[in-house]
């Protein structure tokens, strides 16, 4: 028997498309249009910030490489008290079961943690864990990046209408042009929204292609450097 995990936790609900580009309640044609805008934008969030939004049941498993003796890094690890096993015999049975005392979680300040440290001392006498780089290392708990309430962070969710909206609106401009009725001229498709990119800066994780993008992006989030895509 085949099981599926339980579908993603959306960043907002189509409803809230629909009204954002007046849609009325009574027409229905384009819901399968709408949804798919949210679903494409969804995508590119989880893949520009390097991340996914949102906690996850508890008992959701995640298998990372150790990156040093004492380190493995991991994203967005909600649970103080993970199970942790370490492939000790390289057929990834995951043989070894580590105690609480031979590790810790960092940063010190998580949930969410990034790093899973061996500790150099454990107590109760039990022996310290040194891996081999690119052993691979067991994690089951909760994962996933929410805000204090544990709810999708409100830039996510805005973020999320916005392209959804883009992505939406992109079949009245199949060449990547866009024409203006006002100025009676045809502009170019921005390729980055500035504003999604500048709701997505704060949680961009270190090294994903939002932080890279971003970067490069400051100079121009208040909306210099070119013609903008703006839906009206």
Known sequence: MTTYPPPATPYVVEEELRQLLDIPTTDDANDVDTQRALDAG???IDWFTGRTFGLSAT????VYPAVDADAVDVVDLQSTAPTVKVDTNGDRTFATTLAAAQYALEPADGPPFRTLRAWPVPAGGLQPVVFEVGQLVQVTGQWGYA???GRIPANVAQANLLLGARFYKRREAPFGT???AQLDVFQTIAEHDPDVVAL???VSRPGSPGAAVAAEQLPHLSGAGGPLWVLV
């Open 147 to 149: 805000d204090v309430r």
């Open 42 to 44: 969804r995508a590119w």
């Open 200 to 202: 997505l800066l704060p």
């Open 178 to 180: 866009v024409q203006s």
């Open 59 to 62: 008992g959701v498993v995640r």
